[in-house]
């Protein structure tokens, strides 16, 4: 175990938490509408919206706080396979952003929504045919195998780290030096994620695919 800072700073933007829980709220309710024909047009507002999801993150790990952007978690192999060694230890090294097993974790299931969300698409357009709809439910069997090894992930680093990570996706908190926070949690641009996902719903409601 490594000894951590005392000081609670801010680690995790707004938009970064928001788009977290939307993505898990959209990725669970996509995967359980999934084989009900009555609930297609459900299952296919869940998929796009997801896909919206993404491209903000894509643009916000571009521009966003310290922690959200990619260059902040994309570790090389190298790097990524030393931490794995430090986990084998019993001392793993310890990241106030993203650890390099997380990092890898996160750019996977971006991946794996771009991947998913696109072959539904050709699924949905009939384009394909049932190869693409097979195609479709074995990758989104994928990304679930991916989101629970994640999990099992975030929880063995919190015990190993001694830290709640689950907590600090709620609160953006986390144990650091003071000077390694970020200093605004852009509490506007998550209101304008949020807003436009209601509204992208209201309109479906209005206006069925």
Do not use: C
């Amino acid at each position: 175990m490594d000894s951590k800072p005392e000081h609670k700073i801010l680690v995790w933007d707004a938009p970064v938490r928001v788009f977290h829980w939307l993505m898990v709220l959209n990725f669970a309710g996509a995967y359980l509408t999934a084989e009900h024909d009555n609930w297609r047009q459900l299952h296919v507002a869940f998929g796009y919206t997801m896909a919206g999801l993404v491209i903000f993150r894509l643009f916000w790990g571009l521009i966003g706080t310290r922690y959200a952007r990619f260059s902040a978690f994309i570790r090389r192999p190298a790097r990524v396979l030393a931490y794995f060694r430090s986990l084998l230890s019993g001392q793993p090294d310890h990241e106030v952003g993203h650890n390099p097993a997380g990092g890898l974790a996160i750019v996977a299931m971006l991946v794996m929504t771009i991947l998913v969300t696109a072959t539904g698409y050709g699924t949905y357009k009939e384009i394909g045919g049932k190869l693409l709809e097979e195609l479709h439910e074995g990758l989104a069997n994928t990304m679930l195998l991916l989101v629970a090894i994640h999990i099992a992930g975030v929880l063995l680093s919190s015990w190993m780290h001694g830290e709640n990570l689950v907590r600090a996706m709620f609160n953006g908190h986390k144990e650091g030096n003071p000077e390694d926070g970020i200093r605004s949690a852009w509490y506007s641009v998550a209101a304008v994620l949020l807003l436009a996902v209601l509204g992208f719903w209201w309109m479906l409601w209005k206006l069925p695919i």
